[in-house]
């Protein structure tokens, strides 16, 4: 009979012991930090460059109105990168506290006798990369188009921005390495 109370015994114990396993390994597992910004959130590295060292203008009133951002000129920190047909790639980000916004747009500058204008698209969108409005610019103005005619276009532009990132600043997007000086370098070499 004690043979029969020291296995029931032993699996209450197992029992215990594997609950109690699983409990602290779960709490653990809760106390995983999480990044300031989720994985979905593509673009707030590019946003943190624009709005760190960016050039302060604004949007023009009537591309903000076609966004659905309001009436007036809308102030923005931007990055503008002309490629070489001529257009310009412009990532601005809102410094407005209650329009949170990014525009991004692929815009090419027209003088047509005494008249400028811009032609191309410009799309809305936030930290997430989630495209939220596209807009066609001509000489007639801005207008609203169906988000899936340049679906394609913004993916690209997006990781044209990314990519400019990674190549002007590979401080911000790279994970930090261990570095070694070079008068340390020379020091290992010499005492080898």
Not at 7 to 27: E, G, P, Q
Not at 141 to 155: C, H, I, K, L
Request: glycine share 4%; charged share 20%; proline share 5%.
């Amino acid at each position: 009979m004690p043979a029969a109370h020291m296995s029931t015994v032993c699996r209450s114990t197992l029992f215990v012991f594997v609950s109690s396993f699983v409990a602290i390994t779960l709490k653990a597992q809760s106390l995983v930090p999480t990044p300031a910004y989720s994985d979905e959130a593509e673009l707030s590295k590019v946003e943190q460059w624009v709005l760190s060292q960016g050039t302060g203008t604004s949007i023009a009133p009537e591309i903000a109105a076609a966004l659905g951002l309001g009436s007036d000129r809308l102030p923005v920190k931007l990055k503008s990168f002309r490629t070489s047909d001529g257009v310009s790639h412009t990532f601005a980000v809102s410094t407005n506290p209650s329009q949170k916004a990014i525009v991004i747009s692929a815009l090419k500058t027209i003088v047509d006798k005494m008249t400028i204008y811009s032609v191309g698209t410009a799309w809305l969108t936030d930290r997430s990369g989630i495209l939220h409005e596209t807009i066609r610019v001509d000489a007639s103005g801005a207008s609203v188009v169906p988000n899936t005619s340049r679906a394609a276009e913004f993916t690209n532009i997006k990781a044209f921005f990314v990519k400019k990132l990674e190549a002007t600043a590979p401080s911000i997007t790279s994970s930090p390495s261990p570095r070694i000086s070079a008068t340390a370098a020379r020091g290992k070499k010499e005492t080898k």
